[in-house]
């Protein structure tokens, strides 16, 4: 059981009072990942934790109950589209003002690579790249041997696109996505 704790709440108190963010049962082993599908926890905030063990619907055990709090903003990683050679129905959201992608090509691209971008009735439309923002001034991007590469969508209108990129021997590399 997850709650949010309250100023000068203890967890104990928290976790038998406060209604519950999470509750989860059935847990068969030692480890629990956060589900994607949970409230959300916010930085900042307080949160009481606190484990039960039930027989036939009954607590007969309560672990001690323990606090935590997230004390620098998580920031979720840029996620990449991946170009494939062939074509699939996978369309990928776009969400902000462009999106990240990346293609399996064995040969070194200098500069942004050929593209081109069709819209849902196979017009052409201009693209335009843009420089990864999420970098901070330390980071390095991941050295993996694929390009990655960041597209702007902030001037298309609403609808289904398809990206392809070519490679300098001539491999097309496509993906679709969508703006809403």
């Not at 039960?52 to 309560?62: A, F, G, M, P, Q």
């Not at 903003?73 to 990928?92: G, Q, R």
């Amino acid at each position: 059981m997850l709650t949010q704790l309250n100023p000068n709440q203890g967890a104990l108190a928290g976790v038998t009072v406060n209604q519950p963010l999470l509750r989860i049962n059935g847990i068969a082993g030692f480890q629990l990942v956060y589900p994607f599908d949970a409230p959300e926890l916010q930085f900042g905030k307080r949160y009481g934790w606190q484990l039960e063990k039930t027989v036939n619907n009954v607590i007969v055990e309560k672990s001690e109950a323990w606090e935590f709090m997230l004390y620098r903003e998580v920031l979720i990683p840029a996620k990449y589209a991946v170009l494939n050679t062939d074509y699939s129905s996978t369309t990928y959201e776009v969400s902000g003002d462009g999106f990240f992608f990346k293609f399996p090509s064995r040969y070194k691209i200098s500069g942004n690579p050929r593209s081109s971008i069709t819209n849902e009735i196979g017009e052409a439309m201009p693209v335009q790249f843009g420089h990864d923002q999420k970098l901070g001034a330390g980071d390095e991007p991941e050295k993996t041997g694929r390009d990655f590469y960041y597209l702007r969508t902030d001037t298309y209108p609403v609808g289904t696109y398809t990206l392809i990129v070519t490679d300098p021997k001539g491999n097309s590399y496509n993906t679709r996505f969508r703006i809403d």
